[in-house]
């Protein structure tokens, strides 16, 4: 076996080998790397995400996704399903070929099974929210020396959007320690409950639930209502962990050091309250932004070679720093505090809210 070794900070090139269709909307990918021998595998934690770079109408767009595959394998899994207005997800579902090459950025992210977790576990998805908690469910199945009791909560719209559903079903009869509900909004043709995941239908499918630890991933208003079942079930939300690549509100502004904000006139001042300036002095470039919004689609317009691949405040990718100007901040996930202090942000978690300078690094 021979662990592949992640380059640092950029990608690497891999090849996508085979691509099926899950259900419907969802494609299931396997990617290798390129020039990988034969003993080649790959280590990361169950739940975590790479970011794929995928050249789309001529740029290359970065977007972060959970691994659904086990570590130590010949290859990552993923499964993507179409949305609105996604330009990475469509085009992956749409046209990716087999053999086309992508780039992948290392495995990273703190949702991960190795996170402190009692002997009874919950694992609760929606969608595609079931990537990653399907890795953490594989893993801990394949490995006989474990002990987890898994209860797998899954919500989709109807049957056949039901993600990884055979394979589930198998696991559920070959592991008395793995135990699988569904809940459908539609469940038409199917022996699953109908509705929604209210705390009596999670207390239904598993009576416990209040005393294990919960691992949580699916759309963010899903997460917001589990979230509080959760909570008013009782469960110890120290032992609670969640991910969504949904981006979130916005909090209070914050001032960068050295804000600068000068104005003249009313009508200079009506412009000022509505747009800002975004200047990176590296790059000779800047670009018009409206107040409150993402430090990111800025970045992006004056064409500065900024990675955003999760665009939700968690992988990391676009952090850059704010010299000059004012901002709020809706997520510092991967930043140390010493990092916040100067100034750092995540462009994708950040809205400007005056005329900003802005560093690379
Ligand atoms: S794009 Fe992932 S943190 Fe900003």
Known sequence: MNQFEWPDNQPATFICQRKWQETPNCVSVTLVAENQDSETTFDFIPGQFITLGIEVEGKTEYRAYSLSSMPNQSELQLTIKRVVDGKVSNYIVDSLQEGQTVSVLKPAGEFHIEQP?????????????????????????????????????????????????????????????????????????????????????????????????????????????????????????????????????????EVALNLEVTLGSDADKAQAISNATVFVPAFGAQAEAKIGSALIDALEAAKVPVIAACRSGICGSCKCRVVKGAFTRTSTATLTDDEIDNGFVLACSCQVESDVEVALN
């Open 117 to 253: 977790h009692g002997k009874r576990i919950v694992l609760l998805s929606a969608g595609c929210g079931i990537t990653p908690v399907m890795s953490m469910a594989k893993t801990l199945l394949s490995d006989k020396t474990d002990t987890t009791d898994i209860h797998f909560i899954h919500a989709a719209t109807e049957l056949e959007q039901v993600i990884y559903h055979q394979e589930l079903l198998e696991m559920a009869a070959s592991h008395k320690r793995f135990h699988f509900d569904v809940m459908l909004e539609n469940a038409q043709g199917s022996e699953y409950l109908e509705g929604r995941l209210t705390q009596a239908a999670l207390k239904q499918f598993c009576p416990d639930i209040a005393e294990r630890s919960a691992f949580l991933c699916g759309p963010i208003g899903f997460m917001a209502a589990m979230q509080e079942n959760l909570s008013e079930l009782g469960m110890n939300m120290d032992n609670f962990y969640q991910e969504s690549f949904t981006p979130a509100e916005s909090e209070q502004p």
